[in-house]
Nanobody, 114 residues
């Protein structure tokens, strides 16, 4: 059974950076496209970044140039480097296959506040 464990969130000031990690167990994630999604209070979950098995990346316009998705196949882990964080980036962040078909993890909270 696949399990996703997200970590690395926290409280950060505007302009700051965080690096999120998603540890995958039960499947070799390197075979699949993976994505990071986020859900802000009162809003639907949205996919913000994805990476193919061939490491082609794609981003939603609001995070282009600020977020970078990457993967370490040896560690079966997917990362999201987030720079120049803005108030609007506040959300719970989740990883999953892209499209998302695995059970969701608990997510990691990112709060951007001064």
């Amino acid at each position: 059974q696949v399990q996703l464990v997200e970590s690395g969130g926290g409280l950060v000031q505007p302009g700051g950076s965080l690096r999120l990690s998603c540890a995958v167990s039960g499947r070799n994630s390197s075979y699949y496209a993976m994505g990071w999604s986020r859900q802000a209070p009162g809003k639907q979950r949205e996919l913000v970044a994805s990476i193919t098995s061939g490491v082609i990346t794609n981003y939603v316009d609001s995070v282009k140039g600020r977020f970078t998705i990457s993967r370490d196949s040896a560690k079966n882990t997917v990362y999201l480097q987030m720079n120049s964080l803005q108030f609007e980036d506040t959300a719970v962040y989740y990883c999953n296959r892209s499209p998302a078909i695995w059970p969701w993890g608990q997510g990691t909270q990112v709060t951007v506040s001064s």
